[in-house]
């Protein structure tokens, strides 16, 4: 089993800034990619960005030049700067996770998502 963490969401108002952050533990040899996905009502998950081990990061095309995706490998952390937050950001965000377990099993985990909300 691969567990995935999440913390930093909350309330915050247009303009302002918020950090996530999602943890991995459990059997985990390695993790290829990182990222993040989000959810709003009445849509379908979508995905925010993503990092593999070696830094090569994606993002959505509506969250470029205000989110920015990092990892600290060594803690298999992933974390999401999100600046010039927009009412349009309200979502769940999901933390995912794709890599090998200690068995060399192939695995693809999600967090339990955390409530992002952008209102004044």
């Known amino acids: 089993q691969v567990q995935l963490v999440e913390s930093g969401g909350g309330l915050v108002q247009p303009g302002g800034s918020l950090r996530l952050s999602c943890a991995a533990s459990?059997?985990?040899?390695?993790?290829?990619?990182m990222g993040w996905y989000r959810q709003a009502p009445g849509k379908q998950r979508e995905l925010v960005a993503s990092i593999t081990s070696g830094g090569s990061t994606v993002s959505a095309d509506s969250v470029k030049g205000r989110f920015a995706i990092s990892r600290d490998n060594a803690k298999n952390t992933v974390y999401l700067q999100m600046n010039s937050l927009k009412p349009e950001d309200t979502a769940v965000y999901y933390c995912?996770?794709?890599?090998?377990?200690?068995?060399?099993?192939?695995?693809?985990?999600w967090g339990q998502g955390t409530q992002v909300t952008v209102s004044s």
């Open positions: 995912n996770a794709i890599g090998l377990r200690r068995n060399l099993v192939k695995f693809t985990s």
């Open positions: 459990g059997s985990v040899f390695s993790i290829n990619t």
